[in-house]
């Protein structure tokens, strides 16, 4: 089991960047995959972007394909999701999940952070 902790959320200009993080607990985390996913007031959940147990493969939602980046830091149980280029419209809660699979369909994903807001400004 993993429990998953998120940071790095809070209220950015439009145009800006911001670095979100999500920390595991646990000594498998190296063996999960894991996604970000995002939702906005309102709105249904939303794919972000996924990344591989190694980090060797990963993929992005269409709205957020060259601002986002995923990586991984495998000695530090991290995960993290730069956002460059961010407009009012990447305003939402974003959530960490893990799983065995970089899936785009959150119902694949079996452990989920609590989430950390991200507010952009016009």
């Known amino acids: 089991q993993v429990q998953l902790v998120e940071s790095g959320g809070g209220l950015v200009q439009a145009g800006n960047s911001l670095r979100l993080s999500c920390a595991a607990s646990?000594?498998?985390?190296?063996?999960?995959?894991m996604g970000w996913f995002r939702q906005a007031p309102g709105k249904e959940r939303e794919f972000v972007a996924a990344i591989s147990w190694d980090g060797g493969y990963t993929n992005y939602g269409d709205s957020v394909k060259g601002r986002f980046t995923i990586s991984r830091d495998n000695s530090k149980n991290t995960v993290y999701l730069q956002m460059n280029s961010l407009k009012p419209e990447d305003t939402a809660v974003y959530y960490c999940a893990a799983d065995r699979f970089a899936a785009r369909e959150g119902s694949n994903y079996s452990y989920w952070g609590k989430g950390t807001l991200v507010t952009v400004s016009s």
């Open positions: 646990g000594r498998t985390f190296s063996s999960y995959a």
